[in-house]
């Protein structure tokens, strides 16, 4: 959106054919570009707060580029169908929902040859205003179509892929035909019959256009796109509504029933081509309740195994699982995964009571463990399903540790190399001494959820609550109502000191990040409604 606004700016500077001003224009955007982070600051603080503790991001970064017949969606948004890609000649996937971007609505794309007739009749500050936009979105598109190839040797720009360029067009190309539509009604007679004759040459150019890009994209697999004639009848449908609104608007002019005829056009255009409407599915047709999801789930606890995991997303079937496919890891799990992956052993420590194998991970780094797991089930694929009867749970009371830091790390972070399955290791200095000596207790987790949970403690000494959950700032921690300390546990996991007796320990999400954004945020919206209450004030009184 930066990117955008600052095009736009030099653009318009640019068609002034005179810098006067552009120190102004820069610091009016300089100073809502500052308002518009002011106002996202709830979400840009715990962002900030995120990135530092950020091993790997996920997301789709397979680049899409665009070709000159992809802008055949811009008349028929529906001529690639639903497919989440699209498989060109070359055998190279592309991603559809990216393509279809391209079209902002029909009513939008037809304007812009209704705003090439009047052009000439419209005031040069307006003129210049509006083919800044129309400038400024065909670089965009221009960007997005070298996305993936020219951009990956431009710094910053190698970051956006073709959906963040194409993202303000459809903006953009409303607000052109929103000025369109107004320099209709605004004509005279003789520029009424000028205008109209221009209109018959650019509607039907702009309509041959859309037909070239069709044609060029006929060898396109659409497998699930309606049929072509339907696409089209519904664009031609749409096509008579708009000729019928500027010829009942070229006998009367009315800024009303033009305005409301188009706002039901771009609604109906955007509607049919999106279906927002929702459709029932049985969820057991997405989530099939198969023999291997009713065993695993029947293991109860947390699920372990190999990394295979990480591509089976367990949460849809609300099994929990050591593994995240989501793509996003934190640097301690990415230390700790490290680690498994040297002694799987430490999913004793994650509350792992069951582990999901394959033939090649027990034949591999989980041979030596084989011995200490007993099978519960084996499965057609290969897969078996084994109990770890002494896995921790996923809260265990602790009397043995060790305490570690690494001195040479710039925050005093846990040594990775200290991370075995002998003892649990604890960061940061001030962590209790250990007793190993004596009976022990038990610990009980009474509430769960994704915000808060509540232990149960009861033991016969000093010992430390270890809840297998990931180490993140903003959980907090009381101790029979009395705020406690949370030390990193193996680098990952959270580790209360509790005293002999019986307790209740509740952990608790109230991250700083998220009120600091909160404040930020509503006093920024206090300053623009302000603002705006002034310049309504001056505009009508």
């Given amino acids: 959106a930066l990117l955008f606004c600052v095009i736009y700016v030099v653009i318009r500077i640019v068609l002034q ?7 102004a224009s820069l610091a009016g955007l300089a ?18 707060e995120f990135l530092p503790q950020a091993s790997a991001t996920g997301g789709d970064d397979a680049p899409t ?38 079209y902002v609505g029909l009513a939008q794309v037809l304007l812009l040859s209704v705003w090439f007739s009047v052009r000439s009749f419209v005031a040069v500050p307006q003129r210049r205003r509006v083919e800044a936009l129309l400038w400024t979105v065909t670089l965009m598109t221009g ?87 339907l696409q089209a009848a519904k664009s031609g449908v749409l096509l008579a509504g708009l000729l019928v609104l500027l010829a009942a608007t070229l006998l009367r002019p009315s800024h009303r029933l033009l305005g409301y005829g188009l706002a039901a056009m771009t609604w109906v255009s955007l509607a049919t081509a999106w279906t927002p409407g929702l459709r029932y599915v049985d969820p057991r047709l997405v989530f099939p309740d198969t023999p291997l999801v009713q065993a695993v789930r029947s293991a109860g606890g947390r699920l372990g195994g190999s990394d295979r995991l990480a591509q089976w997303p367990l949460a849809a079937e609300l099994i929990p699982q050591v593994y995240a496919p989501s793509g996003v890891m934190l640097r301690r799990q990415e230390e700790f995964v490290n680690r498994l992956e040297e002694d799987p052993l430490l999913l004793r420590h994650a509350g792992a009571q069951a582990l999901l194998l394959t033939r090649e991970d027990i034949q591999g780094a989980f041979a030596p463990v084989r011995p200490m797991l007993s099978i519960d089930r084996v499965f057609p694929s290969g897969a078996v399903l084994f109990s770890d009867l002494d896995s921790m749970p996923r809260a265990w009371l602790a009397y043995e540790w060790v305490t570690s830091i690494d001195d040479t790390a710039p925050d005093n972070r846990l040594d990775p190399s200290n991370i075995t399955p002998r003892l649990p290791s604890v960061e940061g200095a001030g962590a209790p001494p250990a007793d190993s000596s004596g009976a ?7 509430l769960a959820s994704a915000t808060r949970v509540t232990v149960s403690v009861d033991t016969p000494k000093p010992c430390l609550l270890v809840l297998s959950d990931t180490f993140y700032p903003g959980w907090k921690a009381e101790v029979d109502g009395k705020e406690a300390p949370i030390y990193p546990v193996d680098g990952m996991f959270r580790g209360v000191p509790v005293e002999a007796g019986t307790h209740q320990v509740d952990f608790y ?13 509503l006093i920024a919206a206090g300053i623009v409604l302000i603002e705006l209450r002034r310049v309504f004030w001056r505009a009508y009184y």
Wanted: glycine share 6%.
């Fill in 17 to 23: 054919r005179s810098s006067t001003g552009l120190a």
């Fill in 31 to 48: 100073a809502l570009v500052a308002m518009g982070l002011l106002l996202a600051a709830v979400q840009i603080v715990p962002y900030a």
């Fill in 65 to 102: 580029t665009l070709r000159v017949a992809d802008f055949v969606v811009a008349y028929l948004p529906r001529f690639l169908g639903r497919a989440l890609g699209i498989w060109t000649a070359e055998g190279v996937l592309r991603h559809a929902r990216v393509i279809r971007l391209l």
């Fill in 143 to 229: 960007l997005a179509m070298a996305a993936g190839r020219a951009l990956d040797h431009v710094p910053l720009l190698r970051e956006l892929g073709a959906q963040h360029l194409l993202a303000a067009n459809s903006l953009a190309l409303a607000l052109v035909a929103a000025a369109a539509a107004h320099e209709w009604l605004l004509l005279n007679a003789e520029q009424c019959w000028r205008a109209v004759r221009r209109l018959a040459v650019y509607l039907p150019l702009l309509l041959v256009l859309g037909g070239v890009a069709a044609v060029a994209h006929q060898h396109v697999p659409r497998i699930d796109a309606p049929a072509l004639w």
């Fill in 440 to 446: 022990r207790g038990k610990a009980e987790i009474a």
């Fill in 509 to 521: 999400y109230v991250p700083q990040s998220v009120r600091i954004g909160l404040y930020i945020s």
